[in-house]
């Protein structure tokens, strides 16, 4: 039997070559991996259209550590954050900082509605104390498309630095000419590797020694060795570094952001038609929707429980996942990872099968 389909922001389904590449164990010190590791950064920076004022910094664990990381390693001390939250990742995003022991100012808007560039605007003029922006790109929460553009021009005007979460949009989406001082993402997310690594696209003068108030976190320090010897600081997570370089062969190979984002929207179109057909309605406006993740309001079934519906959809072969909504009861179903339409008409008769079968429909 096929394993289960993933319909998820990460850990995806990865091809066959991408799983394989991990049946080798490689030494950390072998000059062979520091190749792989290097490429890979390369590959990112030009993946990312940025000149040689940027560097690429991979980081241990999952995104929310190159996130912490980031923001730990740029912001100084004295100054202040801004985070604009419109869900779980932007209020992830304003807690890490807190922890840190940053000053943050958190711009706010309900679940589902863009962050607003003017607002940007006029709280930056507002606060000279406020040095770095943070904001999420796609914010996986619900699925929607910040718009990141608009808010980069606006923090470039005003002289501060902008850190993007591009977790779930990096890869698929386009970041051409965006103005950031720091890019952050992972391998498992648009470029299809498996997890266990992030990364972070930064500028050089943005990184200074001694500033990370975490050691392991500590994205300057972690660039500065790698630039000496080649290695990482710390046991690199070798046989993930091994599956993202052949997921990276593959992302170039199927034609790099263009061809990713195409059949991201083939998939995201036909799910979107497939669900209306099934009666079950969207939570965000198309023009909102990026084409990663898709938030759907729950069946207006007074038995509905997401955990039985799941169950009933994995008997069937695909994962669905939870809604992240404290307000409304939804679900959510991605449209990334190593599938195509295919996979996505098979989830969507799974979807409907199993709806049926409850008395849901
Ligand atoms: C996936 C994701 C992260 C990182 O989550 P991890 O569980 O730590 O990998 C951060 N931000 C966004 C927007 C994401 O989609």
């Not at 036909?270 to 759907?296: D, E």
Request: charged letters at 15%.
């Amino acid at each position: 039997m096929r394993e289960a389909v993933l319909l998820t922001p990460g850990p995806l389904t990865t091809t066959l070559a991408t799983k394989t590449a991990m049946l080798t164990d490689w030494g950390s010190w072998d000059a062979r991996f520091n190749q792989l590791t290097a490429s890979i950064c390369h590959d990112l920076l030009q993946i990312a259209e940025v000149g040689a004022d940027y560097c690429c910094v991979p980081l241990q664990g999952s995104g929310t550590f190159a996130v912490e990381a980031a923001i730990g390693s740029l912001v100084p001390r004295d100054r202040e954050l801004l985070v604009l939250v419109n869900g779980a990742y932007g209020q992830r995003m304003a807690k890490m900082a807190q922890v840190m022991g940053l000053k943050v100012q958190v711009l706010a808007v309900t679940d589902g509605i863009p962050v607003s560039a003017a607002a940007v605007k006029e709280a930056l003029a507002a606060n000279p104390a406020i040095s770095h922006v943070g904001m999420i790109h796609c914010e996986t929460a619900t699925g929607l498309l910040n718009p990141v553009a608009e808010v980069a021009s606006v923090v470039q005007a005003a002289g501060r630095g902008l850190i993007l979460d591009s977790m779930s949009a990096f890869g698929a989406l386009s970041i051409a000419g965006l103005a950031f001082d720091a890019l952050i993402s992972s391998a498992n997310k648009c470029l299809e590797g498996v997890p266990g690594m992030g990364f972070v696209i930064v500028k050089k003068t943005a990184l200074q020694v001694g500033r990370s108030p975490s050691l392991s976190l500590d994205l300057c320090d972690q660039y500065e060795y790698m630039q000496k010897t080649g290695q990482w600081r710390f046991t690199p997570p070798t046989h993930v570094v091994a599956a993202f370089r052949a997921a990276l062969d593959q992302y170039l190979a199927e034609g790099g952001q263009l061809a990713r984002l195409a059949r991201y929207q083939a998939n995201g179109d036909l799910l979107a038609a497939g669900m209306a057909k099934l009666g079950i309605k969207p939570f965000l406006v198309p023009p909102l929707q990026a084409p990663i993740i898709y938030t759907f309001y729950a069946p207006a079934h007074p038995e509905y429980k997401f955990q039985r519906f799941y169950q009933a959809v994995c008997q069937r072969g695909f994962l669905l996942y939870p809604g992240k909504l404290t307000e409304v009861e939804t679900f959510r179903v991605g449209c990334i990872g190593a599938i195509d339409q295919a996979e996505i008409s098979q989830a969507i008769a799974a979807i409907g099968d199993a709806l049926l079968e409850l008395g849901w429909l």
